[in-house]
């Protein structure tokens, strides 16, 4: 089975470009595995399978058929072939309402985590998320496994105690398998803190071998590129720039990439 290559992007407005924006941030992606492959000339290398999410949660309305075809809407029939293609998959949580969401109830719990984590409201309203996991009739592990991944979502949409967490899990969840799980999902918490820790160490030293390389070739280095790299918390994506950082020829191209 091959590995795959998820790239997540956030859009909280309407992108006609966002394909080509894709394209090249998974492209120079896959070029950087490659080249840290060890092995580029040997012909051995398989690259992941790149699957492109565009996540929206803006007030504007977007369409949401993104195909890299889109881009070139005179193409003539004669060229089509030479010219990538690719569907991006796309999520407009401006289109679900709570107690309409799309999909079996596993499908929900992710739905409604992304929208409460988007409008403020994840943590007060954990119970409902997890409400959808518990209807899903999975099995224990794999409910387990849900609730400790949406949990893991309080680490980035808001500040939330154990305290919190615990209630939410045990009010969805009885007796002693609600017991179980909030100790499970805690200790797993736990253990990401560390993790997200080391990324964040390991985000910085990107975004420092991304600096040391731009002010190399250009001694100089806009503020706002520093801010824009600052906010950085793909890796993936960071790697893709400091691949460019190694190959553009301009800061204004590298400046257009991280818009």
């Given at each position: 089975?091959?590995?795959?290559?998820?790239?997540?992007?956030?859009?909280?407005?309407?992108?006609?470009?966002?394909?080509?924006?894709?394209?090249?941030?998974?492209?120079?992606?896959?070029?950087?595995?490659?080249?840290?492959?060890?092995?580029?000339?040997?012909?051995?290398?398989?690259?992941?399978?790149?699957?492109?999410?565009?996540?929206?949660?803006?007030?504007?309305?977007?369409d949401g058929e993104i195909?890299?075809?889109?881009?070139?809407?005179?193409?003539?029939?004669?060229?089509?072939?030479?010219?990538?293609?690719?569907?991006?998959?796309?999520?407009?949580?401006?289109?679900?309402?709570?107690?309409?969401?799309?999909?079996?109830?596993?499908?929900?719990?992710?739905?409604?985590?992304?929208?409460?984590?988007?409008?403020?409201?994840?943590?007060?309203?954990?119970?409902?998320?997890?409400?959808?996991?518990?209807?899903?009739?999975?099995?224990?592990?794999?409910?387990?496994?849900?609730?400790?991944?949406?949990?893991?979502?309080?680490?980035?949409?808001?500040?939330?105690?154990?305290?919190?967490?615990?209630?939410a899990i045990t009010t969805?969840?009885?007796?002693?398998?609600?017991?179980?799980?909030?100790?499970?999902?805690?200790?797993?918490?736990?253990?990401?803190?560390?993790?997200?820790?080391?990324?964040?160490?390991?985000?910085?030293?990107?975004?420092?071998?991304?600096?040391?390389?731009?002010?190399?070739?250009?001694?100089?280095?806009?503020?706002?590129?520093?801010?824009?790299?600052?906010?950085?918390?793909?890796?993936?994506?960071?790697?893709?720039?400091?691949?460019?950082?190694?190959?553009?020829?301009?800061?204004?191209?590298?400046?257009?990439?991280?818009?």
């Amino acid at each position: 089975m091959s590995e795959v290559l998820l790239h997540l992007e956030h859009k909280s407005r309407p992108s006609r470009t966002v394909a080509l924006q894709l394209l090249a941030e998974v492209g120079l992606s896959l070029h950087f595995r490659w080249l840290l492959s060890n092995r580029p000339e040997s012909g051995n290398f398989v690259p992941p399978i790149p699957i492109m999410v565009v996540v929206y949660h803006g007030s504007e309305d977007w369409d949401g058929e993104i195909w890299f075809h889109d881009l070139f809407p005179n193409l003539p029939e004669r060229l089509r072939e030479f010219v990538p293609q690719f569907r991006v998959i796309f999520i407009n949580l401006r289109r679900f309402r709570y107690g309409h969401l799309p999909g079996k109830p596993e499908t929900q719990a992710i739905v409604e985590a992304l929208m409460r984590a988007t409008d403020g409201t994840f943590i007060e309203q954990l119970p409902s998320v997890l409400q959808h996991v518990a209807d899903a009739g999975q099995n224990e592990y794999l409910r387990l496994d849900m609730t400790r991944t949406i949990s893991s979502y309080c680490t980035w949409a808001a500040h939330a105690t154990a305290e919190q967490i615990n209630r939410a899990i045990t009010t969805v969840f009885k007796g002693q398998e609600g017991i179980n799980m909030a100790e499970a999902v805690q200790k797993s918490i736990i253990q990401e803190g560390i993790e997200i820790g080391e990324t964040r160490g390991e985000l910085k030293g990107r975004i420092k071998d991304i600096l040391t390389s731009l002010r190399a070739k250009f001694q100089y280095v806009p503020d706002e590129v520093v801010v824009a790299l600052d906010k950085r918390t793909d890796a993936t994506a960071l790697e893709s720039l400091v691949a460019l950082a190694a190959t553009c020829k301009s800061l204004e191209e590298f400046a257009n990439a991280l818009k």
